[in-house]
């Protein structure tokens, strides 16, 4: 399974070592395909990074000189790039315009890989393939044990995005001719592509289901890991014809170079790219407003239909969420409308200078606040006596634990704000 220092996986390593980090023959095979590719398509082979191994973060991108703002960190010409054309002039293209059915972009690129991968040696894609992870931490994966450590809001995603790659099997099986694709073939493919892959515009055509999902894979780009605060200019240079990255950041020589996935949170992260990251300033404790309106009942709050109108209407019922800040201000605004009495409510619109209407308003929405608190950090405590400690490190438990701690943080903080 893929883990942090993808551990468990047995590679062949160069007995050689660059930048203090040992780098594996299948990686030195990929670079030297890409390089001979490039040029063989009339493209100058551009890139300052190399594969390495890192000690927190596994496998990644290191570069070979000091790096500034602007500076290009890598660019995989065209043909070099498993686009929704590559897929459709493949001979598994050739079978969908044939059989004249309709894939979404995942799904004809999870179908690529898997005809590529059962080609082994004969694909044109073997280098590239043969370093992609054997295995991977997803969802998919995830075992009934640790479906019952996760919080409740974890569980609905993880259950919703199955369910989605679900269809898409089927959907896919029922096409494929060949030997029966085994779910967990069709797993694999689905996350490389899932984790892996790159936005890029691509036409429409008969043969696309339109999700608004625009991917490509882009070998050996791939191999960047995720930072929070990494900055970069990425996408498809149509002058250049190829998909280039630039970073905006500054690194030191033989330093692991980063990309942001995008500004997620450790639930997306380990969803959709199996791993988490300690302290993720995105982590939010997200509250239900059901739970919110609930706690104001159970207090006897009155004119909740006249309370409801106004919040929905503004739709602050939207985004409420705890952080290591407390109630966001959507949250806050929740609470107040519904601490308001009926003359508080008719000029409600006060509320949106920050102030609290009354010492009674004020005390009121804490009070609703710290009631829907003490719920969550009761459902809270609880999953944290399931977990058996200590925990192994870089698993999907102790990843999940970590989940849990913080937003027992989260709570714990927003709970002494609003006493
Ligand atoms: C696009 S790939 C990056 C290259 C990947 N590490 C590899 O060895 O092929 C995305 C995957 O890398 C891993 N990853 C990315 N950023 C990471 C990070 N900051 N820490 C740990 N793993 C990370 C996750 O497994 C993720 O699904």
Known sequence: MYRYGRTKRTRKRKQTREGGIFVSTELISLCKWMKVES???????????????????????MTKSRLFPGDLLISIPRPLLITVETVLSSEIGEQV?????????????????????????????????????????TFGNFSPREMTLFPPRLQIAVKSRMADMKQAYMEVRNFWSGEEIEYSQFLWAWFCVNS???FYRSAGSEFVREDG??????????????????????GYNQESGCYEIYTGGT??????????????????????????????????????????????LSLGVDNMEKKKEIIQQQSFHRQLVCSMEGLSWNLLLVTRILAMNWTELEQWKLVLTGFAMSDRNNT????????????YIKQNQDLITKFDTPLSPNTVESMVFSIVQTERNILQLTWTSVT
Request: charged residues 20%; hydrophobic residues 35%; aromatic residues 12%.
């Open 39 to 61: 040029n063989k398509h009339g493209f100058r082979w551009k890139c300052h990074l190399c594969p390495a191994h890192f000690s927190d973060t596994g496998r990644g991108m």
């Open 97 to 137: 315009k044939c059989k004249n059915v309709k894939f979404t972009r995942q799904q004809l690129l999870s179908l690529f890989l898997l005809q590529e991968k059962n080609k082994g040696n004969n694909s044109f894609w073997h280098p590239y393939i043969f370093v992609l992870p054997k295995t991977l931490e």
């Open 196 to 198: 892996r892959s790159v």
């Open 213 to 234: 999902n625009h991917l490509a894979l882009a070998p050996y780009l791939d191999l960047l890991n995720h930072s929070v605060g990494a900055q970069v200019e990425a």
């Open 251 to 296: 690194y030191r020589k033989h330093s692991q170079v980063f990309i942001s996935y995008g500004n997620h949170d450790n639930y997306h992260l380990l969803v959709e790219y199996g791993f988490t990251l300690p302290d993720n300033p995105n982590d939010v404790f997200q509250v239900e407003y059901n739970d919110v309106l609930n706690a104001a």
């Open 364 to 375: 009121l929405s804490r009070q609703i606040a710290r009631t829907f608190l003490t719920k």
